[in-house]
């Protein structure tokens, strides 16, 4: 055992993160028989950004009629980038898991025909249920252990390595096969519950070669209070819109398109629920809500009655699509042993180039962490050595105190904020156009030899760096991502490119840290076998 190392496990199946996507995945890959641990840079079942809010679901019954529309309205919204086999098996895997959840104990809401209404969840109490879950299926939980490489031999990865927030020690966890569901990059924008979401698992996938697609499908924004960082705003649909001069820019009705992003690159923009004009009303939208109350309550704000900034939060991939490629039925990468799940993959097969929003998103939360996690375990179950056994070494190469290229420390800060700088600007990544997107990677380019310096030795040092070294090779991957796609696609807008490009049906995949190459991948058109949802033999109850 490497002498820094002061916790050392040995499982079948490591899978990193806790939000939706790798507790489905741990208990998807436990159900299977396989030895499983999971570690988080945060708590499972409050880290993330599902566990503060409600969640909305790709809920449809086994309609053959309805799902059909569901799948080609999909193909058209997404760009037809998405393949219908994958849709039919995100629709028929989420349907079935929530059917589960129900099993388990969650409390469904009745709908006004007094049905139970399946299509959305609150994120608390289901990251509570589905840790539970996860611990009753005999997962070993690691919290506030972050992972910060990956470990490699010739016969692909074999586990991690990472730091005990709790007391600053080293751990290592071997495994035949590692998940990775460390969600996607928002650059620590500060949306709720997003901040621990900074493109880790992306550039350590990248390390052993792993390619990213659709990370052009990152121009994503959150319109929320300025003084708050809650992205559920589907309040704001009982709103009315002002400028600093209190003039009415919208009220009431469908708003144009951008509208949010071209008023504020104008200037400040202010919101008052004034739809909610009645002491009725007001009880109904809160309770709707009520976590998106609360900085106003703090604030001693009445939404209702008194006129609020509002502000475009930053999602990148989060709610983009973009991500790690898979290539398997079951979330497999071109690394033997490495799965993706959630947010950090690509999920451009079953949304294409549009947003998944909570619905898609959330759901392929669901599926894609089942399915890993069935793959994991049958990989790491098909071995024949314990993983403790293998000639691992350490593949992380950037951000790293053990791969310092330089004697200066990394100013971390200074870092991330430049890389903000470049990021979180409506009028650089909202409204792209080829030459400020060239400048800004040009200036992006210059951070990455910056965090390739010292690191400190405390486990937020070691984090922070890594963290910050992620946060730049995404952003570059994001930008070369943009300029290479001359069309208007989804949520990717080119200024000089306006319209959809038919020749471009194609996923841009980009590969490489140092130097980024790209190439393009055809859309199947053909119909394919769907591959059947995964069951587990017998069910537990909690």
């Known amino acids: ?103 388990w104990g969650y409390r469904f809401p009745l709908d006004e025909n007094g049905n139970l209404y399946k299509a959305h969840m609150q994120g608390p109490e289901y990251m509570e249920l589905m840790r539970r879950v996860v611990r009753k299926a005999g997962v070993t939980i690691l919290d506030q252990h972050p992972a910060l490489e990956l470990l490699v031999d010739e016969h692909g990865v ?4 990472g730091v005990n927030r709790l007391n600053g020690q080293s751990w290592e966890v071997r495994a035949h096969s590692v998940i990775i569901a460390t969600g996607g990059c928002a650059f620590l924008s500060k949306g709720l519950g997003c901040n621990v979401q900074t493109g880790d698992g992306q550039l350590m996938a990248a390390e052993l070669g792993v390619e990213m697609s659709g990370m052009e499908f990152s121009r994503q924004y959150a319109t929320t209070a300025a003084f708050g960082t809650i992205t559920r705003n589907r309040v704001l649909g009982f709103a009315s819109f002002y400028d600093q001069d209190g003039n009415i820019l919208h009220e009431g009705g469908p708003r144009e ?37 609360v900085p106003f309550d703090r604030a001693g704000i009445d939404p209702f009655t008194q006129k609020f900034p509002i502000k475009m939060r930053y999602e990148g991939t989060i709610r983009g699509t973009g991500g790690i490629r898979i290539v398997g039925d079951y979330c497999s ?3 033997q042993g490495l799965f993706a799940a959630g947010d950090a993959a690509s999920r451009e097969k079953t949304a294409g180039a549009r947003s998944g929003g909570g619905a898609y998103n959330a759901s392929w939360a669901i599926a894609s962490g089942t399915w890993s996690g069935k793959g994991a375990a ?14 691992l070494q350490p593949a992380g190469r950037y951000g790293l105190q053990h791969t310092a290229a330089s004697a200066e420390f990394t100013p971390i800060r200074d870092v991330v904020q430049a890389v903000q700088a470049e990021m979180f600007p409506l009028s650089i990544n909202y409204f792209r156009s080829e030459s400020i997107i060239a400048a800004s990677l040009e200036r992006l380019h210059k951070q990455f030899p910056i965090v390739q310096g010292r690191v400190g030795d405390t486990a937020t040092e070691r984090v922070q760096a890594r963290e910050a070294a992620a946060m730049v090779v995404n952003a570059r991957w994001m ?27 194609r996923r841009l995949l980009l590969s490489g840290i140092d130097q980024i190459a790209h190439h ?20 537990q109850t909690v």
């Open 257 to 293: 398109d951008h509208f949010f992003a071209k008023h504020l690159n104008r200037g400040p923009v202010y919101a008052q629920l004034t739809q909610g004009n009645t002491p009725e009303k007001q009880a109904i939208i809160r309770a709707s809500t009520p976590l998106w109350f």
């Open 1 to 103: 055992m490497t002498k820094w190392i002061t916790e050392q496990l040995t499982a079948d199946v490591l899978v990193i993160g806790g939000g939706p996507a790798g507790a489905w995945a741990a208990w998807s890959a436990a159900s299977h028989g396989a030895r499983t641990v999971l570690v988080d840079k945060g708590y499972l079942g409050t880290s993330g950004a599902t566990a503060p809010g409600g969640t909305g679901f790709l809920y449809i019954e086994p309609d053959e009629e309805k799902r059909q529309k569901a799948v080609s309205d999909r193909l058209r919204s997404g760009g037809y980038l998405s393949e219908s086999p994958w849709i039919y098996r995100l629709m028929e895997q989420a349907y079935l898991n929530i059917q589960l959840v129900e099993k």
């Open 520 to 539: 393009w991948e055809s859309v199947p058109t053909e119909q394919s076998v769907i591959t059947p949802p995964v069951y587990v033999k017998e069910q």
């Open 479 to 505: 930008y070369s991502a943009a300029l290479l796609r001359k069309e208007t696609r989804g949520i990717h807008t080119m200024l000089e490119y306006p319209e959809l490009n038919e020749s471009l049906n």
């Open 333 to 335: 990468t071109t690394v």
């Open 158 to 161: 074999g586990g991690a390595r």
């Open 378 to 391: 049958d990989h790491a179950l098909a071995q024949s050595i314990d993983a403790k056994h293998r000639n």
